[in-house]
């Protein structure tokens, strides 16, 4: 693979949707805003699994090591529930985090949801890859990609993966002026 290859990973995370209970509706949701938002071509990798911590550390290596995705969006799992452990599967996969990404994330759906405060989303990074997770409710995935997106081309540049250019007609990517 090489570093002009834009390869993201969707993972939803839910016990329900990876048994058949229902139709996974969160990963299609953050496929198309980033349909919306990457100008670039790319190749997205869709996956989902249960809320069982070794599987979800296990496909996060999987996406970001074998499958070389610069960048792995999560969706599920975020919540305080006993079987919401996403953000630990992130940790314990990543070499740093990024607790910005999560403020960010909190502060914007604090506008339309009290219980916001309850979620617990977070980003980290793994070699070349970004990891963010998304909480699981469709509206709350673009609200949450609308804040933080400007700022991930630019995170993935920093930790050398491909060069992603925002769709001015969506997003304004973030980028210093050299």
Known sequence: M??????????????????????????PAILAVLREYIANDWTPIMRLVPDEQPLIEAELRRLTDEDGCCLVVTTGGTGPAPRDVTPEATAAV???????????????SLQYVPTAILSRQTAGIRGRSLI?????????????????????????????????TGNPEHVTVFRPKT
């Not at 509206?139 to 990609?145: A, D, G, T, V």
């Open 132 to 164: 963010v997770n998304l909480p699981g409710k469709p509206k709350s995935i673009r609200e949450c990609l609308a804040a933080v997106f400007p700022a991930i081309p630019y995170c993935i540049d920093l930790i050398g993966g491909p060069y992603i």
């Open 94 to 108: 990543c070499d740093k985090m990024l607790p910005g990404f999560g403020e960010l994330m909190r502060a914007v």
């Open 2 to 27: 090489t570093l002009s290859t834009i390869t993201i990973g969707i993972l939803t995370i839910s016990d329900r949707a990876s048994q058949g209970v229902y139709q996974d509706e969160s990963g």
